[in-house]
Structure formats: C-alpha cells, structure tokens
C-alpha cells in the first residue's frame, strides 16, 4: 500500500556548503528552508560545527525514495566531485 505522505509532500535532497570550512553536507527533506534554518541555528549535532551554511544545490522529487536515490549518489565519489566542482563554480562568480 502506497504510503500517503509521498503523496502529499514533494521531497528535495540538497547539499550546503560551509561558509566559513571545507564541508559540503548532503541530505534530503520535504521543506527546504526550514532545513536550512535548522542547519544554521545549530539543531543538527552532524552539521553545527560547520555553520553558517549556504544552499548549493536543490533538487525536487515525487517520492522520498527517489530523493533517497539521489542523496546516495550525490554522496558517492561521483556525486561529492560534482558537488565540489559546483561549490568552485559558485565561488569564482562571487
């Protein structure tokens, strides 16, 4: 049975990136900008050493599995050079 939630929320992975140290963190959720409050405010133990964080990269899906899927490749070592090219890219256009 399917579950209702997936169809109820869009989910998103998403990856931010360290202002202040090299870090890039990767994750999903179905509500992005409170994610990123959450990340910044300190709330999560895993990122707040690294905070203030910027979003880098977004990407929307219909399914929590699919975003799961993505979250996994955008961890691997594939998915970390894409993401670090991204956050150069970035960099050089401030």
Do not use: C, Q, W
Not at 65 to 85: I, M, N, P, Q, T
Request: proline share 3%.
């Amino acid at each position: 049975m399917p579950r209702l939630v997936d169809e109820l929320y869009m989910y998103y992975t998403y990856a931010i990136n360290s202002i202040e140290r090299n870090y890039i963190y990767v994750g999903l959720t179905n509500y992005i900008n409170r994610r990123l409050v959450e990340h910044n405010s300190g709330k999560n133990s895993t990122t707040r050493p690294y905070k203030p964080f910027e979003l880098i990269y977004s990407k929307e899906f219909g399914t929590r599995s699919e975003a799961r899927d993505h979250e996994k490749y955008l961890k691997s070592g594939v998915g970390k050079e894409f993401l670090k090219k991204l956050r150069n890219d970035i960099s050089e256009d401030h």
